[in-house]
């Protein structure tokens, strides 16, 4: 069964700070990674897809990377901002879609 | 139109209650989901439909009963629920249900608890 786990689970970092959240997942036979973010008490909104022949996107201040291989990816979030606060989540689809288990961010100002 | 759209927001009810939450989606997607979320955790799937018709149960009891009318809504009716089933209720569409170029869209959810 494909399991997801999301380092660290919450995180906290001074505003303007670059930072980086973690996924991994145990089966690397994926068709695609989505990055979403979650407010609390939201809905979810997707950031970024990568498709598995895919190695990165990139979304104005965000840039995520694949390494199917070793089952790993990364969201990498530039000059971060309090309006970044919130939980970020990765999911994985192979007939279905497998979540993570969350990265929940602060940023202070 | 980008949106799905869940009703209600809030919902409290009784354990004797029946109740329906309802989703709509206008971007012409032929799969909808229901997840549930309880707080701090990641979306549980419970229900998938593709071109109306369900395709995927997640063993998740007959208190709660989906209903798909037409492409673009979704039901979830819920019946003689227990506390436990208090959390969040995601919608969420995708343009198919098993391809590999697939994006989730979600709706805001709905909240509810059970008294």
């Known amino acids: 069964k494909q399991e997801v786990t999301q380092i660290p689970a919450a995180l906290s970092v001074p505003e303007g700070e670059n930072l980086v959240l973690n996924c991994s997942f145990t089966?690397?036979?994926?068709?695609?990674l989505q990055w979403f973010r979650q407010d609390p008490g939201k809905g979810l909104t997707s950031l970024l897809l990568?498709?598995?022949?895919?190695r990165e996107q990139t979304s104005g201040r965000l840039n995520a990377s694949l390494d199917k291989s070793s089952g790993r990816s990364t969201l990498y979030i530039a000059a971060s901002q309090p309006g970044d606060s919130a939980t970020y989540l990765c999911?994985?689809?192979?007939?279905?879609?497998?979540f993570g288990t969350g990265t929940s961010l602060t940023v202070i100002p | 139109d980008t949106e799905v759209t869940q009703t209600p927001k809030h919902l409290v009810m009784g354990m004797t209650n029946k109740k329906s939450l309802k989703c709509e989606q206008h971007m012409g997607h032929r799969a909808m989901y229901w997840y549930k979320q309880k707080a701090k955790k990641p979306p549980e799937l419970m229900f998938v439909?593709?071109?109306?018709?369900?395709?995927i149960n997640e063993s998740v009891p007959s208190r709660f009963s989906p209903e798909c009318p037409n492409s673009s809504l979704l039901n979830l009716h819920l019946h003689a629920l227990q506390p436990e089933d208090s959390a969040l209720y995601l919608c969420a569409s995708s343009r198919e249900a098993d391809r590999m170029y697939e994006k989730l869209f979600f709706g805001s959810g709905t909240q509810l608890s059970v008294l």
């Open positions: 990568i498709q598995s022949s895919q």
């Open positions: 439909y593709s071109y109306e018709k369900l395709s």
């Open positions: 999911a994985v689809f192979h007939a279905k879609f497998y």
């Open positions: 089966d690397s036979a994926i068709y695609n």
